[in-house]
């Protein structure tokens, strides 16, 4: 009896062994597994560092364009097809350049605008301000990760994942002109109503002060 017991004991231990053996095997080649993408995870970041490196002057001269030195377009196209020779592949890589560019021009023109409309309170000129100011330090965010993402076989992309990553560029940069847009054309409003409400108070104002004459003529 005593014997059937041990042969029983000894087998069910070998059968309970088993699973733990193989988990242990298969959390083992997870860890190697998880080790394998960490260390390919820094060769990619390592690629990206220095691809950045590599368009680092194209950003800065896109800068240039917040500056108004507009004319920087066609040169900072053309180190854009020297990084990836495909980036006139996709039609929308130049629409974001162009929008990006409208938006920086629609920037610089309101702002003008509205330094010398002299409709704004200084507090209500410098919320705005700063508001442009966020609004154009987006638009680089935007450029520079459009550079980053036409940089060739450097960031471990298929044509199919630049394609989307460009369709999610392009919609933040169309969101972003016309939201900028949007509130040019409010604050423009803004500005003929306080005109027009200064004017017709400046009129009451003159047919207050005749009237007052008038009497005292009297």
């Known amino acids: 009896m005593s014997r059937s017991l041990c042969l029983l004991f000894v087998a069910f231990w070998a059968w309970i062994s088993v699973p733990v053996c193989k988990a242990q095997t298969d959390e083992i080649q997870q860890l190697l597994l998880n080790v394998e993408k960490l260390d390919q995870l ?10 950045y490196q590599i368009i680092s ?28 020779p ?5 039609y929308k890589v130049g629409e974001i350049i162009q929008l990006q560019l409208r938006l920086i021009r629609g ?6 605008e509205f330094r010398l409309g002299d409709f ?12 442009f100011e966020v609004w154009s330090q987006s638009s680089l965010h935007l450029m520079e990760e459009l550079m980053l993402i036409l940089s060739d076989n450097q960031l471990q992309m298929d044509d199919w994942e630049r394609i989307v990553a460009i369709d999610r560029v392009h919609a933040s940069v169309l969101q972003l002109t016309k ?30 002060d005749t009237r007052l004459s008038n009497d005292s003529d009297e």
Not at 42 to 51: P, Q, V, Y
Not at 120 to 131: I, N
Not at 181 to 199: D, I, P, T, V, Y
């Open 107 to 112: 920037i610089s023109k309101t702002r003008q």
């Open 179 to 208: 939201g900028v847009s949007s509130f040019s054309n409010s604050m423009a409003q803004l500005g003929e109503m306080r005109k027009m409400k200064s004017g017709e108070i400046q009129t009451l104002q003159l047919l207050i």
């Open 42 to 51: 820094r060769a990619m970041l390592d690629n990206m560092r220095d691809k």
């Open 57 to 84: 002057k194209g950003y800065e001269k896109i800068k240039g364009i917040s500056q108004g030195n507009f004319e920087l377009h066609e040169a900072f196209l053309d180190r854009l097809v020297k990084v990836n």
């Open 86 to 90: 495909k980036v006139k592949s996709y």
């Open 120 to 131: 704004l309170m200084d507090q209500e000129y410098a919320q705005v301000d700063r508001l």
